[in-house]
């Protein structure tokens, strides 16, 4: 059974950091592309990164220079630092793989940036 299971979410100021981390299981993870999604209220879900099994990694516009996506295969999890965040980046993040062509979730986690 595959699992996604995000945490590190929560309230911080405008220009202040947090980490996410996405913990997996049931899939071979040093093999798995992995990404990170958000969704906004009202918006769709959008990509923010994503990090192959190879470490080459990929961003959309609105975070290159401020988000990290990084992996860690011995603890079958993968990261997303971000800092300098905005009022913008408030969003419902979610952890993404796809294994054996089926596409897997995990039940998010709340980002919320004061101003």
């Known amino acids: 059974q595959v699992q996604l299971v995000e945490s590190g979410g929560g309230l911080v100021q405008v220009g202040g950091s947090l980490r996410l981390s996405c913990a997996a299981s049931?899939?071979?993870?040093?093999?798995?592309?992995m990404g990170w999604y958000r969704q906004a209220p009202g918006k769709e879900r959008e990509l923010v990164a994503t990090?192959?099994?190879?470490?080459?990694?990929n961003y959309a516009d609105s975070v290159k220079g401020r988000f990290t996506i990084s992996r860690d295969n011995a603890k079958s999890t993968v990261y997303l630092q971000m800092n300098s965040l905005k009022p913008e980046d408030t969003a419902v993040y979610y952890c993404?793989?796809?294994?054996?062509?089926?596409?897997?979730w995990g039940q998010g986690t709340q980002v919320t940036v004061s101003s």
């Open positions: 993404n793989t796809v294994f054996t062509m089926t596409t897997y």
């Open positions: 049931g899939i071979f993870f040093s093999f798995a592309a």
């Open positions: 990090i192959l099994m190879d470490g080459i990694t």
